[in-house]
T-cell receptor, first 115, second 109 residues
Framework: ETGVTQTPRHLVMGMTNKKSLKCEQH?????MYWYKQSAKKPLELMFV???????ENNSVPSRFSPECPNSSHLFLHLHTLQPEDSALYLC??????????????FGSGTRLTVV | LAKTTQPISMDSYEGQEVNITCSHN???????ITWYQQFPSQGPRFIIQ???TKVTNEVASLFIPADRKSSTLSLPRVSLSDTAVYYC??????????FGKGTMLLVSP
């Protein structure tokens, strides 16, 4: 257990479904992140939240909608996804998004399959 | 963002020392060098971080020359469980971590 918990670990959804990924950390960190890792590709940063405010959004399609209700929880709401969105979705946290000297703590990820 | 270059893959045997070198020619003055390890279907795990010279922890050592244009991650006496992808990242002081393709290390018996 890394201190960052993601649920569910696996998710299969149809293209018309709506689902949400959940991430939780109790490390006292102020920043949280969503990354996408497709097969044989580098991790792609999707969203960055610092103190519950979105500070970075890397041109992610609107079918991905993040939510950060507090500094310990982060959600990724999914709707009308495409098969190419199938990937490992990773959540991470760090003490401060503006100074990542302490490194990121990642969760184990959610393996998403869109059928 | 400073770009990093590292070998795509490396092979080793159990008990050997493995050194993975990363090039980062345009590293900025306030950038740190951080290495992560990732097993299949898991999130990356922080291994070690340094700014200059040598850093050692219970897992690895990190060697950084004076010009800081490269760094070497040293894994002593690897085991089969060290088979993973190793990422070298350069940044800090405001830049979000950007991952490259990493180095796939395969440790054989």
């Amino acid at each position: 257990e890394t201190g960052v918990t993601q649920t569910p670990r696996h998710l299969v959804m149809g293209m018309t479904n709506k689902k949400s990924l959940k991430c939780e950390q109790h490390l006292g960190h102020n920043a949280m992140y969503w990354y996408k890792q497709s097969a044989k590709k580098p991790l792609e940063l999707m969203f960055v939240y610092s103190l519950e405010e979105r500070v970075e959004n890397n041109s992610v399609p609107s079918r991905f909608s993040p939510e950060c209700p507090n500094s310990s929880h982060l959600f990724l709401h999914l709707h009308t996804l495409q098969p190419e969105d199938s990937a490992l979705y990773l959540c991470a946290s760090s003490q401060d998004s503006a100074q990542d000297y302490y490194g990121y703590t990642f969760g184990s990820g959610t393996r998403l399959t869109v059928v | 963002l400073a770009k990093t270059t590292q070998p795509i893959s490396m092979d080793s045997y159990e008990g050997q020392e493995v050194n993975i070198t990363c090039s980062h020619n345009n590293i900025a003055t306030n950038d740190y060098i951080t290495w992560y390890q990732q097993f299949p279907s898991q999130g990356p795990r922080f291994i070690i971080q340094g700014y200059k010279t040598k850093v050692t922890n219970e897992v690895a050592s990190l060697f950084i020359p004076a010009d800081r244009k490269s760094s070497t991650l040293s894994l002593p006496r690897v085991s089969l469980s060290d088979t993973a992808v190793y990422y070298c990242l350069v940044g800090g002081g405001g830049s979000t971590l950007t991952f490259g393709k990493g180095t796939m290390l395969l440790v054989s018996p």
